[in-house]
């Protein structure tokens, strides 16, 4: 049941990476969210996308992330561009809806 990450790894300051999130079962149903964990710091809100494909975000991306879903795919994305070294955490997805499960994490660093 629990959602598998990829995307993820190191990438230079000013750079994109686009972040997976497959389910094991149907997504039609459920909200997906993306959260992050940096080292010392608490895991918090990146961004959701609700069934009906209403966005949110968290302050901090401002414009430099996009989340998408593709129900057909039972997939989530996170785009995410002009990368800065303070985006480096673990990214997490969540699945919402009968599921309710986390996947294991991605890392992200963001490095020159």
């Known amino acids: 049941v629990q959602p598998v990450e990829s995307g993820g790894g190191l990438v230079q300051p000013g750079g994109s990476l686009r972040l997976s999130c497959a389910a094991s079962g149907s997504i039609f149903a459920a909200r997906m969210e993306w959260y992050r964990q940096a080292p010392g710091k608490q895991r918090e809100l990146v961004a959701g996308i609700t069934t009906d494909g209403i966005t949110r975000y968290a302050d901090f991306v401002k414009g430099r992330f996009t989340i998408s879903r593709d129900n057909v795919k039972n997939t989530a994305y996170l785009q995410m561009s002009s990368l800065e070294p303070k985006n480096t955490a673990v990214y997490y997805c969540?699945?919402?809806?009968?599921?309710?499960?986390w996947g294991q994490g991605t890392q992200v660093t963001v490095s020159s």
């Open positions: 969540y699945v919402g809806g009968w599921m309710k499960s």
